[in-house]
C-alpha cells in the first residue's frame, strides 16, 4: 500500500520561507513524476510544480521564480522550497506521486500553508 506524506507546512509572514518534504512510502517501484498540488478555499486545486525522474520541471506561472521542487537522495522523496511568500499563496499544499508503468497515482492528505502578517 503505498502511502504519500506530506510534512513542513506551517505559519509564516510575508516575504518568509518554508520547506516542504514529501516521501512516497510502500513501494519498490520508482515514481514517474512527483508533484506539488495546492488547493485554497474555494478555488480549484492547482499544480505548483513537479519534477519528473529525469529530472525535469515544471512550474505553476504563479510561482515566478519564488519556488523550486528539487528530488531527494531517498527514492520517490521530493521537497519545495518556497521563498517570498505571499498571502496568496496560503492553502493547502498536496504531493502527488505518480507511477505512470504501474498505473497508479496517489495523493497525500495535505499540509497547511498559512502566509500572513
Known amino acids: 500500500q503505498v502511502q504519500v506524506v506530506e510534512s513542513g507546512g506551517g505559519s509564516v509572514q510575508p516575504g518568509g520561507s518554508l520547506r516542504l518534504s514529501c516521501v512516497a512510502s510502500?513501494?519498490?517501484?520508482?515514481?514517474?513524476?512527483m508533484g506539488w498540488y495546492r488547493q485554497a478555499p474555494g478555488k480549484q486545486r492547482e499544480l505548483v510544480a513537479s519534477?519528473?525522474?529525469?529530472?525535469?520541471?515544471n512550474y505553476g506561472d504563479f510561482v515566478k521564480g519564488r519556488f523550486t521542487i528539487s528530488s531527494g537522495d531517498a527514492k520517490n522523496t521530493v521537497y519545495l522550497q518556497m521563498n517570498s511568500l505571499k498571502p496568496e499563496d496560503t492553502a493547502i499544499y498536496y504531493c502527488?506521486?505518480?507511477?505512470?508503468?504501474?498505473?497508479?497515482?496517489?495523493w497525500g492528505r495535505g499540509t497547511q500553508v498559512t502566509v500572513s502578517s
Open positions: 502527488n506521486a505518480d507511477f505512470r508503468l504501474a498505473s497508479q497515482n496517489h
Open positions: 510502500g513501494t519498490i517501484a520508482r515514481s514517474s513524476t
Open positions: 519534477i519528473t525522474s529525469g529530472g525535469v520541471t
